[in-house]
């Protein structure tokens, strides 16, 4: 299926332990997983407790009785970056863009950014660039700096 980053995706959980989340809804205001991602699709997510604990990683959610979401990447946590065993109580599951997952700060496209279903067929030289695909390369590309593919 596809991978899907969407904003005010937000529900709640109350699942403990490092298995699927089972999704209980979402605030006023806010979207489902299963309506915003939709069912197979992949996306990242944060789990914050009220206690230290946190998890940021890529999940697939399945629309059901009840809504899941599976963890299957762990990307950062508050276990050393391995996947936290919840305790007990309510947590926020919501979509994010993890800082891992993002272009440098210090990074500057001076060539240009591909996005969606485009195809470079021109033989070029970059400084640096940015592809979020699907991009087709048919030409040859020359990169003297940094090229982010997403």
Same mark, same amino acid.
């Given at each position: 299926?596809?991978?899907?980053?969407?904003?005010?995706?937000? &529900? !709640?959980?109350?699942?403990?332990?490092? $298995?699927? %989340?089972? /999704?209980?809804?979402? =605030?006023?205001? !806010? &979207?489902? !997983?299963?309506?915003?991602? $939709?069912?197979?699709?992949?996306?990242?997510?944060?789990?914050?407790?009220? *206690?230290? &604990? !946190?998890?940021?990683?890529?999940? *697939?959610?399945?629309?059901?009785? =009840?809504?899941?979401?599976?963890?299957?990447?762990?990307?950062?946590?508050?276990?050393?970056?391995?996947?936290?065993?919840? *305790? +007990?109580?309510? @947590?926020?599951?919501?979509?994010?863009? =993890?800082? @891992?997952?993002?272009?440098? =700060?210090?990074?500057?496209?001076?060539?240009?950014?591909?996005?969606? +279903?485009?195809?470079?067929?021109?033989?070029?030289? %970059?400084?640096?660039?940015? %592809? +979020?695909?699907?991009?087709?390369?048919?030409?040859?590309? *020359?990169?003297?700096?940094? /090229?982010?593919?997403?």
């Amino acid at each position: 299926m596809a991978f899907v980053v969407n904003d005010r995706v937000q &529900e !709640f959980t109350s699942t403990t332990g490092t $298995g699927t %989340l089972t /999704l209980t809804g979402s =605030p006023d205001g !806010f &979207e489902t !997983f299963s309506s915003a991602v $939709g069912d197979g699709n992949t996306t990242y997510y944060t789990i914050s407790s009220n *206690t230290t &604990e !946190f998890e940021v990683g890529i999940g *697939t959610v399945t629309d059901a009785t =009840p809504d899941t979401s599976s963890r299957d990447t762990i990307i950062s946590s508050s276990n050393s970056d391995a996947a936290v065993n919840f *305790t +007990a109580g309510e @947590k926020n599951v919501f979509c994010t863009m =993890p800082a @891992k997952r993002t272009i440098s =700060p210090v990074m500057t496209a001076t060539g240009f950014v591909v996005t969606h +279903a485009s195809t470079l067929d021109q033989d070029q030289t %970059l400084d640096s660039g940015v %592809l +979020a695909g699907p991009v087709t390369i048919t030409g040859t590309q *020359t990169i003297t700096g940094t /090229l982010v593919i997403l």
